[in-house]
């Protein structure tokens, strides 16, 4: 009962911070988030640029009521936060909605032209309200590497999708590797698990036999021999019996090892 009183405000306080907006759903009720784009963009300073998408929002999500909206040009965080941060960054444009043609979607669009002495480097593009405490939706903050020129800009998306391509195509080769191991070992064992049987048949039978000669050589010894000796050489056949059976037995378990027999 004493730890259910104490569970309790925690539950309480729980409850209240997932039903804030700034909790609730941070990466989206379905489990996801949007972007202007997933990948890196790479734009030169000078460029005109016009993004479209089209988002997931709920009522637990920043609105066009909330707004209206902002893409910021920050400097890319090291990880993303629920709460979006652009001191320090620069105000490229106004971002536009409209009510999409889905159930809980909006129409997103920004235009901007990225300022000629834009420094060269590594950014995000952060969409929020003003002052900047929440993003519109559910919508990520999407990468930006500023680079010198439109030539610059072109090849390195094209080593992007390039790069993105070689990784696919090593996944798919790792599992046609694996599955091809998978066959090769299954395809052993259809053969040597018949051969391993069969030996261990036969050390079964011959460990029988050996066992049926020691109790040949103890009946033996513990027989009288006739005229009060014992039977000598009956008992020396089933001991060289015996010896026999114990080396063939001993120079299978080594072939089987690798090991020479002694």
């Excluded at 990466?27 to 996801?32: A, F, Q, S, V």
């Excluded at 790792?174 to 259809?190: F, I, Q, W, Y």
Aim: hydrophobic share 40%; net charge neutral.
């Amino acid at each position: 009962m004493r730890s259910a009183r104490l569970l309790l405000p925690v539950a309480l306080v729980l409850g209240l911070l997932m039903s804030s907006p700034a909790f609730a759903c941070f990466d989206g009720c379905g489990g996801g988030s949007d972007a202007f784009s997933y990948e890196t963009e790479y734009l030169y300073p000078g460029q005109t640029v016009t993004w479209d998408t089209s988002i997931y929002i709920d009522k637990g999500a920043a609105g066009p009521d909330q707004g209206p909206f902002y893409a910021h040009l920050v400097t890319r965080p090291k990880r993303t936060t629920a709460r979006p941060r652009v001191d320090g960054g620069m105000m490229l444009g106004a971002v536009e909605t409209s009510p999409a043609g889905r159930r809980n979607s909006l129409d997103v669009s920004v235009s901007f032209t990225l300022p000629t002495d834009m420094p060269l480097g590594t950014y995000a593009l952060e969409v929020c309200n003003d002052p900047c405490t929440e993003r519109l939706a559910y919508m990520y903050p999407t990468n930006v590497q500023v680079v010198a020129t439109d030539s610059d800009a072109r090849i390195s998306k094209r080593i992007d999708g390039l790069t993105l391509k070689l990784q696919k195509l090593r996944y798919e080769i790792g599992r046609v590797r694996h599955s091809m191991d998978r066959v090769a070992s299954k395809e052993a064992n259809l053969i040597i698990d018949p051969l391993r049987t069969r030996m261990v048949m036969r050390d079964e039978l011959l460990g029988d036999r050996i066992t049926e000669l020691e109790g040949i050589i103890e009946r033996l010894e513990s027989r009288p021999a006739e005229g009060g000796g014992a039977p000598e050489g009956a008992v020396a056949v089933g001991a060289l019996g015996l010896a026999a059976a114990g080396l063939l037995l001993a120079r299978r378990r080594n072939r089987e090892s690798g090991q020479p027999a002694e």
